[in-house]
């Protein structure tokens, strides 16, 4: 609980909040259709990992640039880290991933927004 009063854990709990909304903000944004004609795999999957490449290099001196609540898990099963901390990355992480969603539909003009990259199997959302 003495995390709880530390400047260190907000700092690090916000750079997961930041680092995950700027992971879907640019992965999600890479996978939206921006042009007409074919969709490049490559494109989408080189952003994502440069993306994710250069957010933990850039907040992992601070936090340990988890990004992902399963990677927070997984240091929680492995002992690496609190219960305490852990929920707090998990909760900061879905919020910033809620968040760069939303500020990417904000930013996406309305007619290239279609289903926001979300996967589809006819109608039916997966």
Known sequence: MWEFRSMNFWRAVFAEFFGTMFFVFFGMGAALRWTTGP???LHVGLCFGLAAATLVQSIG???GG???PAVTFAYLVGSQMSLFRAVFYM???CLGAVAGAA???GVTPNNMRGNMAMTMFGYVSI
Do not use: F
Request: aromatic share 6%.
């Open 39 to 41: 969709h490049h795999v």
């Open 61 to 63: 001196h601070i936090s």
């Open 66 to 68: 988890h990004i992902n």
């Open 91 to 93: 909760a900061a992480q």
């Open 103 to 105: 500020v990417l539909y």
